[in-house]
DNA sequence: GCCGATTTGTCCGTATGTATC
DNA sequence: CGATACATACGGACAAATCGG
């Protein structure tokens, strides 16, 4: 949908990073350079390069210039940031994905699970239990929490290809913002039926809660991802105190 | 240092949400409303609203207000987050920390060490290898590669005390961006040596490359933490395509 | 369903400050 | 010291989404 200029510019300016028009440690042509290139304000020109620092991609500095820091990195077989779909991952993975449902039941939520999920007690839910292959092997569990109201006429065959593209598409949720958190956990005996962890008796695991561009949750995952087909990628930068 | 208008902004509104002035799901004033309160331009109201949107605290709607999606979490006894010194979070985590060194050598990085860690093949590095003990636990393993020259006059001393104070103090290095690959491992022997792991077989490593605000990277390091007391949260947003 | 008021999203032009060279 | 480059801030304009009457 977005076609401001500042997103014109920070893919492009992304994309020439990408392909080293720009070498590492190089620096990006001037903010105002840029402006005439691209006949707009500054405001815009540096709206798109915040959003490249963001990703690690450069690094403005005062009164110097703005560096290219990109380097292409070792991806393991399966990479996780931002937010995406299994689905969605896969391909950029480039892996065949495959989704076997395990379980699909509606349940209300009690006092446990409320805690655990961030919804209210009572709330109506739609849990889903899905086995994730890449490229023919199980690799992946997923336990899902939907809030039953924000996901009407999800089946268990959309389920086994797209929550989200439903989601998007058909019911025209918009999805805006997800909390996770990761951490290592002992393997549980559903872990060790589907998945053949070769020796490892722990999981990546990351939990996250999803919101709707409403600011109401709709979603609680927990995914449990083999060890050696797991890398979580991430950029911080500090913040002057 | 940010004395900056925007920081005043953002800084009192996190604080606001914090505390509960603002309630979980609620609305805060509008756009408007704020630039009366604070006697400023939009553009800086917006800048901090954006800024606390990046933190996961609120959602801003179009056409509707900012909604406060702000939910204390249950934190683990090692909560990862921006980039921070063990120091730092053992402070935020409210854990008493000590660290013991267990090797502080020159070293000059060869092919392996090259590609491992991001350093040119020739350049001069300085190797730590520390233990993090929190509470007087042993829980995390530091692996540390600095630039020889970033760092002058670091001690084992200073080294078991908070490098990073010491670089942003005394030697007035300047760290701005660092990028993190977090994995699950096999324990090591070196791991087993020093921390009780309690049946688990694997550890949370985080890997990271740090740079200062010139744009060179000045830091390789890797992170090895107990399962038990690791947890990593980060918040995503999902892009309009 | 329409209209106007409100609210957020995008963009512009300009001015001033600060760091680097 | 002057020129260049990024950082902060202002005020204004219009678009797009929402909401109430």
């Given at each position: 949908m977005p076609k401001a200029i500042y997103d014109h510019?920070?893919?492009?300016?992304?994309?020439?990073?990408?392909?080293?028009?720009?070498?590492?440690?190089?620096?990006?042509?001037?903010?105002?350079?840029?402006?005439?290139?691209?006949?707009?304000?500054?405001?815009?020109?540096?709206?798109?390069?915040?959003?490249?620092?963001?990703?690690?991609?450069?690094?403005?500095?005062?009164?110097?210039?703005?560096?290219?820091?990109?380097?292409?990195?070792?991806?393991?077989?399966?990479?996780?940031?931002?937010?995406?779909?299994?689905?969605?991952?896969?391909?950029?993975?480039?892996?065949?994905?495959?989704?076997?449902?395990?379980?699909?039941?509606?349940?209300t939520a009690d006092e446990k699970i409320a805690k655990k999920t961030g919804f209210r007690k009572g709330t109506l839910l739609l849990y889903i239990q899905r086995l994730r292959f890449l490229n023919g092997i199980p690799l992946i569990l997923d336990h899902n929490y939907f809030l039953k109201d924000a996901v009407p006429g999800l089946t268990p065959e959309i389920a086994s290809q797209s929550v989200y593209e439903y989601l998007e598409g058909t019911v025209g949720l918009a999805i805006a913002t997800s909390k996770r958190t990761l951490t290592v956990e002992h393997v549980t005996q559903i872990d060790e039926k589907y998945i053949d962890l070769k020796g490892y008796n722990c999981m990546a695991v990351i939990t996250s809660q999803t919101f709707d561009d409403n600011g109401i949750q709709f979603e609680y995952t927990q995914s449990r991802h083999h060890p050696d087909y797991f890398q979580f990628q991430d950029v911080a930068t500090r913040k002057t105190r």
């Open positions: 510019i920070y893919k492009d300016l992304k994309e020439k990073i990408e392909t080293e028009v720009y070498a590492y440690q190089e620096m990006l042509p001037s903010e105002n350079t840029l402006v005439r290139e691209y006949d707009c304000s500054r405001n815009t020109v540096r709206r798109a390069i915040a959003e490249l620092t963001a990703d690690g991609y450069v690094q403005p500095m005062h009164g110097k210039g703005v560096r290219n820091i990109f380097q292409p990195v070792e991806q393991a077989a399966y990479t996780v940031g931002g937010i995406e779909s299994f689905k969605e991952s896969s391909i950029r993975n480039k892996k065949q994905a495959y989704t076997r449902i395990l379980q699909f039941t509606d349940i």
